[in-house]
């Protein structure tokens, strides 16, 4: 990994960020400030929030793209630190697979055993362990999924394969009788 690569992804994600925020922002003032106005387009009415709903939408598809793009690789990097950690780098798919599970399992134990004990913590302190433990499972869960399906891929891949044969012969078929 490129020094410059992982400074380029902070920033376009950062940028990425912003510049949504600042998109959904405008739009909600602009629907503050026109929202309720009918447009008339070929006998079809639209409201104004509709189609600022419209953008919003558009603004969320295009920015959370990149976002996603880019979280999802520094989720990669997560994911084979704590992997790393926690002795689950070298280990096969299904031992892998178990491991993962036992420790969401653990994690689960550990928040029902912990729950108790965090009435007393005042509500900041709650809510930071709370996120510590989501993001434990968020990634635990990560690492699950992603062992998962690279062990099934080849089958997955096959059929893939099989169905696209399937659907190319048949296409020939039909050029073919035309």
């Known amino acids: 990994m490129e020094r410059e690569d992982i400074r380029r992804r902070i ?5 990425s960020f912003i510049k949504l925020g600042l998109v959904l922002l405008a739009l909600t003032l602009m629907d503050a400030a026109f929202g309720g106005i009918i ?4 006998s079809l009415s639209l409201d104004s929030s509709e189609i600022l709903g419209i953008f919003r939408l558009i603004a969320i598809i295009y920015y959370g793209y990149w976002i996603l793009k880019d979280s999802l690789f520094f989720l990669n990097i997560l994911s084979g630190t704590i992997a790393r950690k926690f002795e689950l780098e070298g280990a096969s798919k299904p031992r892998r697979v178990g491991l993962d599970t036992l420790y ?7 928040w029902l055993a912990l729950s108790p004990f965090l009435r007393a913590l005042p509500d900041l302190a709650v809510r930071t362990i709370s996120l510590a433990f989501l993001l434990m ?7 699950l999924v992603s062992a998962v399906y690279s062990m099934i891929k080849g089958g997955f891949e096959s059929l893939v394969d099989t169905l696209s044969e399937l659907v190319r012969r048949e296409l020939s078929k039909e050029s073919g009788e035309e």
């Open 137 to 143: 499972a968020f990634i635990f869960i990560y690492d």
């Open 11 to 15: 920033r376009r994600l950062l940028v």
């Open 104 to 110: 969401l399992v653990s994690l689960g134990l550990g």
């Open 39 to 42: 447009f008339e387009v070929f």
